[in-house]
């Protein structure tokens, strides 16, 4: 399976499932400038991300370019057991899309 | 207030410089005495913050400043560092061209080993360092080599480092050979020689200074200082090395920067290292 | 079959009356990136265009972050809420070139309690401002971005 982007360290602690989620990206604000050039570096950034476990959305996130660079998360949903499966979805704002999967651990 | 904080500063250098020497021993090699220094030292820092617990001094500033270990816990929920010790990982099991790799270059397999570096190598009279030795590796297996500073070699470094975590710093100066002596006597002077336009010296920051703003930012303490590397430092938003972070501090307290692994700085690193002993290591870290 | 906010903000302006209460049920449909709120360049627009108003200072809205940044690239802050009801959680940093940071949607079943990291260009009131039952509340916060002397 090809490498995502998403590193997910999802715990099931009573009842509840506790995500801690970092995403490798850069989130380029299109406000930098390049050094040799002086050109504005143009925006790269995640701009919507979705978590779902069981089919159901369980978080959501519409993202701007002050989100720091590895975007980190953290959230608590109830339910969830060891070894259930977490789908998550992004968007960057140049349309590119994956989704990814994560265990609970 | 930091205005005045400054200038205390300035006055505070002036006097406890004259303390800090008396402290610890010489700077010659006739009353230079490694230990003593080493046992001084922790004793100078267990007087300035005794809240801080020794073993704690591994991680930098934030033993001593509460504001911002509150902030560095809060990255430590998940820190920066991890996508590079995973591409560490990566690189350290990839195979060179030749077939080999670096778990050849090293004992045991390179795993486990952080706390052993620098170290003072008899057969080529100097101090070697890891990073070095990564470079070594591939040179001799036909590889090109890796930028001192970021990078792969920050990377390599780091998972060393991660596989070594908690393993107590023990360099050793071979008491057969005193060149090693003469290493760490002038990596010693080299930490608190005043130099650059500032007429700073390491100490002056980094012992006297610890913990005092210097405009918005809290000097680390020397103690623990080198276990902690490779770095993740947000201002630079990437991982670097111990030599990096030397050359870069130079350039901020307006000195002339060395070159990463000049031998100067690989002295520094075998006093700063030596300084830590009996502390683990703890790299990767992640730093303001 | 799902209405998206635009079409719900337009209905609303258009001053007719919402077809049945249906059109605010509490989301499954995720609301869209909305780019006048993302890109509005001053906090009242942004909280405007995204949530349709200002919101009140709550007690029930916990935003936590440091007083002073050690990096302003790097601000950790947590926003929470022990009110019921909780649909959305928003951030927003007055004085970035755009104030809204990130919008966090909250369905039924997780936690009012998000954390996240921020990147702040100077010192700046921060504001959470939580969506309940349809009403807005929000906390704030002014955390200090400083230039330190130890660049390199």
Same mark, same amino acid.
């Given at each position: 399976?090809?490498?995502?982007?998403?590193?997910?360290?999802?715990?099931?602690?009573?009842?509840?499932?506790?995500?801690?989620?970092?995403?490798?990206?850069?989130?380029?604000?299109?406000?930098?400038?390049?050094?040799?050039?002086?050109?504005?570096?143009?925006?790269?950034?995640?701009?919507?991300?979705?978590?779902?476990?069981?089919?159901?959305?369980?978080?959501?996130?519409?993202?701007?370019?002050?989100?720091?660079?590895?975007?980190?998360?953290?959230?608590?949903?109830?339910?969830?057991?060891?070894?259930?499966?977490?789908?998550?979805?992004?968007?960057?704002?140049?349309?590119?899309?994956?989704?990814?999967?994560?265990?609970?651990? | 207030?930091?205005?005045?904080?400054?200038?205390?500063?300035?006055?505070?250098?002036?006097?406890?410089?004259?303390?800090?020497?008396?402290?610890?021993?010489?700077?010659?090699?006739?009353?230079?005495?490694?230990?003593?220094?080493?046992? /001084?030292?922790? &004793?100078?820092?267990?007087?300035? @913050?005794?809240?801080?617990?020794?073993?704690?001094?591994? +991680?930098?500033? !934030?033993?001593?400043?509460?504001?911002?270990?509150?902030?560095?816990?809060?990255?430590?929920?998940?820190?920066?560092?991890?996508?590079?010790?995973?591409?560490?990982?990566?690189?350290?099991?990839?195979?060179? /061209?030749?077939? &080999?790799?670096?778990?050849?270059? @090293?004992?045991?397999?390179?795993?486990?080993?952080?706390? +052993?570096?620098? !170290?003072?190598?008899?057969?080529?009279?100097?101090?070697?360092?890891?990073?070095?030795?990564?470079?070594?590796?591939?040179?001799?297996?036909?590889?090109?080599?890796?930028?001192?500073?970021?990078?792969?070699? /920050?990377?390599?470094?780091?998972?060393?480092?991660?596989?070594?975590?908690?393993?107590?710093?023990?360099?050793?100066?071979?008491?057969?050979?005193?060149?090693?002596?003469?290493?760490?006597?002038?990596?010693?002077?080299?930490?608190?020689?005043?130099?650059?336009?500032?007429?700073?010296?390491?100490?002056?920051?980094?012992?006297?200074?610890?913990?005092?703003?210097?405009?918005?930012?809290?000097?680390?303490?020397?103690?623990?200082?080198?276990?902690?590397?490779?770095?993740?430092?947000?201002?630079?938003?990437?991982?670097?090395?111990?030599?990096?972070?030397?050359?870069?501090?130079?350039?901020?307290?307006?000195?002339?920067?060395?070159?990463?692994?000049?031998?100067?700085?690989?002295?520094?690193?075998?006093?700063?290292?030596?300084?830590?002993?009996?502390?683990?290591?703890?790299?990767?870290?992640?730093?303001? | 079959?799902?209405?998206?906010?635009?079409?719900?903000?337009?209905?609303?302006?258009?001053?007719?009356?919402?077809?049945?209460?249906?059109?605010?049920?509490?989301?499954?449909?995720?609301?869209?990136?909305?780019?006048?709120?993302?890109?509005?360049?001053?906090?009242?627009?942004?909280?405007?265009?995204?949530?349709?108003?200002?919101?009140?200072?709550?007690?029930?809205?916990?935003?936590?972050?440091?007083?002073?940044?050690?990096?302003?690239a790097v601000v950790p802050v947590t926003v929470s809420s022990s009110m019921a009801g909780v649909e959305s959680m928003s951030i927003f940093v007055e004085n970035n070139p755009n104030p809204l940071v990130a919008e966090f949607l909250i369905p039924a079943g997780t936690d009012a309690d998000v954390s996240t990291r921020l990147r702040m260009g100077k010192t700046s009131k921060v504001t959470a401002v939580v969506k309940a039952n349809g009403k807005l509340y929000s906390a704030s916060k002014e955390v200090k971005v400083t230039i330190g002397g130890c660049g390199g």
């Amino acid at each position: 399976m090809a490498k995502g982007i998403l590193k997910v360290k999802a715990k099931a602690s009573g009842d509840k499932t506790k995500v801690k989620l970092m995403a490798k990206h850069i989130m380029e604000s299109g406000q930098r400038k390049d050094k040799k050039t002086g050109e504005l570096i143009p925006a790269k950034f995640l701009q919507e991300l979705k978590v779902m476990h069981g089919g159901k959305e369980v978080f959501a996130a519409n993202l701007g370019t002050a989100i720091s660079k590895n975007p980190y998360f953290a959230f608590n949903f109830a339910g969830g057991a060891k070894g259930d499966e977490l789908t998550m979805t992004w968007v960057e704002n140049s349309g590119a899309t994956s989704t990814e999967t994560a265990k609970v651990k | 207030m930091k205005i005045i904080k400054t200038l205390a500063l300035g006055l505070t250098v002036a006097a406890v410089t004259q303390m800090t020497h008396a402290a610890d021993t010489g700077f010659d090699m006739q009353t230079v005495d490694p230990e003593a220094d080493r046992i /001084a030292l922790q &004793k100078y820092f267990k007087s300035r @913050f005794p809240e801080s617990d020794i073993a704690d001094y591994v +991680n930098g500033i !934030y033993a001593v400043d509460a504001g911002s270990r509150e902030q560095w816990e809060e990255l430590e929920e998940f820190p920066p560092y991890e996508f590079d010790v995973e591409k560490g990982e990566e690189l350290f099991n990839t195979a060179f /061209a030749n077939g &080999k790799g670096y778990a050849d270059c @090293f004992e045991n397999g390179g795993v486990g080993i952080r706390q +052993n570096f620098p !170290y003072w190598s008899k057969e080529e009279g100097t101090v070697k360092t890891l990073e070095q030795e990564i470079n070594e590796c591939r040179v001799s297996n036909g590889e090109e080599p890796l930028k001192w500073g970021k990078g792969a070699i /920050a990377q390599i470094s780091a998972y060393m480092a991660w596989t070594s975590r908690d393993k107590v710093f023990d360099i050793k100066i071979p008491a057969d050979d005193e060149r090693a002596k003469a290493a760490y006597l002038e990596g010693k002077k080299f930490f608190y020689a005043k130099r650059g336009q500032l007429n700073l010296s390491c100490a002056n920051c980094h012992v006297q200074g610890t913990n005092i703003a210097i405009r918005a930012d809290l000097p680390s303490p020397q103690l623990g200082h080198v276990t902690h590397f490779p770095v993740f430092r947000s201002k630079w938003g990437s991982l670097g090395t111990l030599h990096r972070r030397y050359s870069g501090c130079h350039k901020d307290s307006r000195s002339k920067p060395l070159k990463p692994q000049a031998e100067e700085f690989r002295n520094l690193e075998y006093f700063q290292s030596y300084m830590s002993n009996g502390l683990v290591a703890n790299g990767p870290g992640s730093r303001k | 079959m799902s209405m998206n906010r635009r079409s719900v903000v337009k209905a609303i302006a258009a001053g007719g009356a919402l077809v049945g209460a249906s059109v605010l049920m509490p989301r499954i449909a995720m609301a869209a990136w909305t780019t006048k709120a993302f890109e509005a360049e001053d906090q009242a627009t942004a909280m405007n265009e995204l949530l349709g108003g200002a919101a009140e200072e709550s007690a029930e809205v916990t935003l936590k972050a440091p007083d002073i940044a050690e990096n302003g690239a790097v601000v950790p802050v947590t926003v929470s809420s022990s009110m019921a009801g909780v649909e959305s959680m928003s951030i927003f940093v007055e004085n970035n070139p755009n104030p809204l940071v990130a919008e966090f949607l909250i369905p039924a079943g997780t936690d009012a309690d998000v954390s996240t990291r921020l990147r702040m260009g100077k010192t700046s009131k921060v504001t959470a401002v939580v969506k309940a039952n349809g009403k807005l509340y929000s906390a704030s916060k002014e955390v200090k971005v400083t230039i330190g002397g130890c660049g390199g």
